[in-house]
């Protein structure tokens, strides 16, 4: 059984920076699409980060336009833990931030219902 791990939330006031971490356990298969997405309360799931892997060589990355040049979505191979930075944090990143994976190429990357395995969630707030 794949299990994913989230830490790394907490509340910061704007501007400030948060580095999330998905660990991963038990989550073999060679190619593999990470991803972040948050749910802010009365919103639906969104994707903001995306990395496709195959074997332990990081391939692309995506983001979202809404926080593309503030996030940067990396990977530890050697620990199968994939990593979100977020710098520049706004009140609108308040969120749970949930970890995603899936053993595909990130075709559908923002499209939650190609994710196999998801983390049980973190919550961001960020204070103006």
């Known amino acids: 059984q794949v299990q994913l791990m989230e830490s790394g939330g907490g509340s910061v006031q704007a501007g400030g920076s948060l580095r999330l971490s998905c660990a991963a356990s038990?989550?073999?298969?060679?190619?593999?699409?990470w991803a972040w997405f948050r749910q802010a309360p009365g919103k639906e799931r969104e994707g903001v980060a995306a990395i496709y892997t195959i074997y332990t060589v990081s391939g692309n990355t995506y983001y979202a336009d809404s926080v593309k040049g503030r996030f940067t979505i990396s990977q530890d191979n050697a620990n199968n833990t994939v990593y979100l930075q977020m710098n520049s944090l706004k009140p609108e990143d308040t969120a749970m931030y949930y970890c995603?994976?899936?053993?595909?190429?990130?075709?559908?990357?923002?499209?939650?219902?190609?994710?196999?395995?998801w983390g049980q969630g973190t919550q961001v707030t960020v204070s103006s």
């Open positions: 038990r989550y073999t298969y060679s190619r593999k699409c």
């Open positions: 995603a994976a899936a053993p595909s190429v990130c075709g559908r990357r923002w499209d939650s219902q190609e994710y196999n395995y």
